[in-house]
């Protein structure tokens, strides 16, 4: 069975920092991987996908994440945070053969001034 | 464009009433879904639909049912409201996958629902 563990429910940077939220997934075939931002009080928008081809993935918003398969990773990650950046993410998976999307528990990002 | 429209945005019960939360897209997906969102577990799968007159169980179905009433419309009806239901609860939808099922989800805003 698939399954997504984030890392940290909680992580703070300061305002300029680099941003580093971990994902690694578990599934017997190379699955495919997205990020989510949820906003207070808002749905999931979508960061960015990996679904075949190169493994860097460029997202909204100056986010990317890299799909490493020997670490079954897939972090996400932001040279410069914002305080706009404060929200919750959500690292997710879907198998090639599956409807289901399956999240993580989610990580709130922090950001200080 | 609306996207995924879900009403109401807020709603309290009272254990044993029963409630539909409705859920509709504009965008012609063919696959629609039922999430619930709670503290610390990250979003978990209620039920979906693959198309217009199927539907299936997802991780945590027991007290709740669905109706895929046309290709834009998936509704979720709690029959008998338990505290346990107390949540925010999200509808998506997503293209008809094709060749993998590699499309992102498209989701609402929620509905916070509180039973007491």
């Known amino acids: 069975a698939q399954s997504v563990t984030q890392l940290g429910s909680h992580v703070s940077v300061s305002e300029g920092a680099l941003v580093l939220l971990r994902c690694n997934y578990s599934s017997s075939v190379p699955p495919y991987l997205f990020w989510y931002v949820q906003y207070p009080n808002q749905g999931l928008q979508l960061l960015l996908k990996y679904t075949t081809g190169a493994t860097l993935v460029k997202g909204i918003n100056g986010f990317e994440a890299e799909f490493k398969k020997s670490e079954t990773s897939f972090h996400l990650t932001k040279p410069s945070a914002h305080m706009s950046d404060a929200a919750e993410y959500f690292c997710?998976?879907?198998?090639?053969?599956?409807?289901?999307?399956?999240f993580g528990s989610g990580t709130r990002l922090l950001v200080r001034p | 464009n609306a996207g995924v429209t879900q009403t109401p945005k807020f709603q309290v019960l009272k254990t044993g009433q029963s409630m539909t939360l409705q859920c509709a897209q504009d965008m012609n997906h063919n696959s629609m879904y039922w999430y619930r969102q709670d503290p610390g577990m990250g979003l978990r799968l209620i039920y979906y639909?693959?198309?217009?007159?199927?539907?299936d169980k997802g991780e945590v179905p027991n007290g709740y049912n669905v109706s895929r009433l046309n290709k834009r419309e998936f509704s979720l009806r709690l029959e008998s409201a338990a505290p346990s239901q107390t949540s925010v609860y999200f509808c998506?939808?997503?293209?008809?996958?094709?060749?993998?099922?590699?499309?992102?989800?498209?989701f609402g805003n929620g509905t916070r629902l509180t039973v007491t």
């Open positions: 997710a998976v879907r198998s090639w053969s599956s409807y289901k999307l399956i």
């Open positions: 639909s693959a198309s217009e007159g199927t539907t």
């Open positions: 998506a939808s997503s293209e008809d996958p094709g060749q993998g099922y590699n499309s992102p989800l498209h």
